[in-house]
């Protein structure tokens, strides 16, 4: 979705805008824009398409000024063009605005400018009447920015964030945030605004994370933050530990290729935060008690995409371990359909990103009814973050790429390790169990990494598949969650159309559509579900299909009826998934590659989407 960024300091701020800017490509765009404060006046330059085609309109133009802000736009109202890229400008020039988000009453209030102020609209967007709804109130209070700003967003009903200038108010950027992410940067001398922290990682390590409903006021020397009242907000500063490094491509091609490669550092980070030294799951700073835990009778997860999927392998370790009952859905329905919830509801959310507008709104709803909610998140201080009452945090590090790879399998993770800390709590599963599997769970970044030694294997047979233009994944119990989550990654960077069954409803219907050569990626690594497998292989065998299994070391007897095997090593059947979706993340990755797709920010798509 959009990206803001702002600077107000002593360098130009031309640069510094857009190499922020360029940090936050990841979320996805389709055109990009800055304006600058100059001598009283503002210069405006903005693109359709990518920052580098901004850049080379820029071209050798010495753009000039210290205070600027600059944006990325995906486009929501209005088509991507030149002229709908933000930033907007009021009529007379005076005011530039960027914004994330949208305003839901923009068309009233467009009406209402053109009615009473005579304003001619130049774009499409709902921005532009932002500005101009900025510029007549500061033209009318005689040219005081936090005033006109403020007037401005009373009138406003929707998600949004902005950033402004004004022409004549020198070296201050006023920025407001309602439901879409907002955060200040603190520099010795300079100061930001950004929707996302690896825009800043450059230049700073201080943040603040504006709330709901707040307005930020950056000056080079000072960032005053106002509630919705225009009470002055004290706020800690929060100090984020991850490095530029962490959100660059470190030599690798991709994003994508380097965030599948530091999963298992991403996965044993986020299995130490939560191991003691007595080998015990450790909840500290979650401040749900045994006796919560104990008075919960149904367990809700919600979430959107990967997220979801990582969800649906939640939900069978949690009925397995804790034989409590779990209820999965996808937030986009959760939020509109009337879920039985109530306070012995414990809501489990899940969001990489944290910002995911239907997700936190699934969040409100269930907390609306009283559930308790605890989020597994990855962006420390993110909205669903802020508004979970407890937060089991995956420690990932920033995850650039659209296609969510390490965000998924260290979300696995945390599902295990509530599951088992359930399952120890309710008393149905063994010392001996819970060790076992904790064990298996330990042993996973040295698997991960014997997995990823066969990138070589998976890229050959990428190279044979690749221009195929139908792609069926299947499995069993957990296999089947999994076989989602590869179709799903395939789809978004391959644009190959891949579907995702469960092995066992293929003879309802599916199988129909089998012909020679339909590829068929097959997930056999259930031990006890092997022979049913089996079985859902020779039937496809049977019709011709090419058939890629995925099973693990040891099932030789799978070779006869595929036509490729990948193995992954041996572990529980429980924990397979961290496993298994790492030849389907990598199968995904050279099917692009090859096809010369941009993996990184396929189209249509936005790493974190902040509008329903
Ligand atoms: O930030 P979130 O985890 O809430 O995002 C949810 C989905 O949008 C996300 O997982 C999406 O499906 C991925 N891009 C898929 O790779």
Redesign the pocket.
């Known amino acids: 979705m959009c990206g803001i960024v702002g600077y107000t300091g002593h360098e130009e701020a031309c640069g510094i805008i857009i190499d922020g800017l360029k940090r936050l490509e990841y979320r996805g765009y389709d055109s990009a824009g800055v304006a600058l404060q100059q001598q009283g006046r503002l210069v405006v330059r903005k693109k359709k398409g990518k920052i580098e085609d901004l850049e080379k309109f820029i071209g050798s133009e010495r753009l000039t000024g210290t205070t600027g802000i600059g944006h990325t736009r995906w486009a929501t109202h209005g088509a991507p063009s030149d002229v709908n890229a933000h930033p907007h400008t009021s009529s007379d020039g005076r005011i530039a605005v960027v914004h994330n988000g949208i305003v839901e009453n923009y068309v009233e209030l467009r009406q209402k400018l053109a009615d009473e102020e005579k304003i001619e609209f130049r774009t499409e967007t709902d921005t532009e009447v932002i500005a101009q709804m900025i510029g007549v109130n500061y033209r009318k209070n005689g040219g005081n920015l936090e005033d006109a700003v403020y007037d401005a967003v009373q009138e406003m009903r929707g998600a949004y964030a902005i950033g402004v200038i004004a022409a004549d108010t020198p070296d201050r950027i006023v920025a407001y945030r309602k439901d879409a992410p907002l955060i200040a940067g603190l520099g010795g001398d300079c100061k930001f605004i950004a929707s996302d922290i690896p825009a800043l990682l450059k230049y700073v390590n201080d943040i603040y994370l504006i709330e709901n409903d707040e307005m930020v006021v950056c000056t080079p020397d000072s960032v005053r933050i106002y509630d919705e009242n225009r009470r002055p907000v004290r706020r800690e500063v929060m100090k984020v530990n991850w490095s530029i490094e962490d959100a660059e491509k470190g030599g690798y091609e991709h994003f994508m290729l380097k965030e599948i490669h530091e999963q298992p550092k991403a996965v044993q980070d986020t299995l130490l935060r939560r191991i003691d030294d007595n080998g015990r799951i450790c909840l500290d700073g979650i401040s749900l008690t045994k006796e919560d835990l104990q008075n919960i009778t149904k367990i809700y997860i919600v979430?959107?995409?990967?997220?979801y999927h990582a969800g649906l392998i939640g939900k069978y370790a949690i009925e397995k371990m804790a034989r409590i009952p779990v209820e999965i859905d996808v937030a986009s329905e959760f939020r509109y359909r009337d879920p039985v919830i109530d306070d012995k509801t414990l809501f489990i959310a899940?969001?990489?990103?944290g910002?995911?507008l239907d997700?936190l709104a699934a969040l409100r709803e269930a907390r609306s009814h009283g559930a308790r909610i605890l989020s597994v998140c990855n962006v420390v201080g993110s909205s669903v973050a802020r508004e979970s009452d407890d937060v089991f945090y995956t420690w990932a590090g920033p995850e650039i790429a659209?296609?969510?790879t390490k965000?998924y399998t260290t979300q696995l993770v945390c599902m295990y390790l509530i599951a088992l800390y359930l399952g120890d709590l309710t008393g149905n599963i063994s010392r001996e169990y819970y060790d076992h599997i904790l064990e298996e769970l330990m042993a996973m970044p040295d698997k991960i990494r014997q997995t990823l030694e066969k990138a070589p294997e998976i890229e050959e047979l990428a190279r044979h598949l690749y221009n195929r233009t139908q792609v069926f994944f299947i499995g069993r119990g957990v296999d089947s969650a999994v076989a989602l989550e590869g179709s799903?990654?395939l789809k978004?960077i391959s644009y190959i159309n891949s579907f995702a069954i469960a092995a066992g409803e293929l003879k309802h219907g599916t199988i129909a559509l089998m012909e020679p050569e339909t590829i068929v990626i097959a997930l056999a690594t259930q031990d006890r579900l092997f022979e049913k497998m089996y079985s859902n292989i020779v039937e496809v065998k049977a019709r011709m299909a090419h058939v890629v299994s995925i099973a693990k070391e040891g099932s030789d007897k799978i070779e006869a009826e595929s036509t490729e095997v990948i193995y992954i090593p041996q572990c529980d059947d429980e924990v397979t998934p961290i496993l298994t979706v790492i030849p389907l993340q990598l199968f995904a990755y050279y099917v692009a590659k090859i096809k010369g797709e941009d993996i990184d920010k396929p189209r249509n798509?936005a790493?974190?989407?902040t509008v329903e």
């Open positions: 979430a959107c995409g990967t997220a899940i969001s990489q990103s910002e995911t997700t659209v296609a969510s965000a799903l990654k978004e798509l790493k974190s989407v």
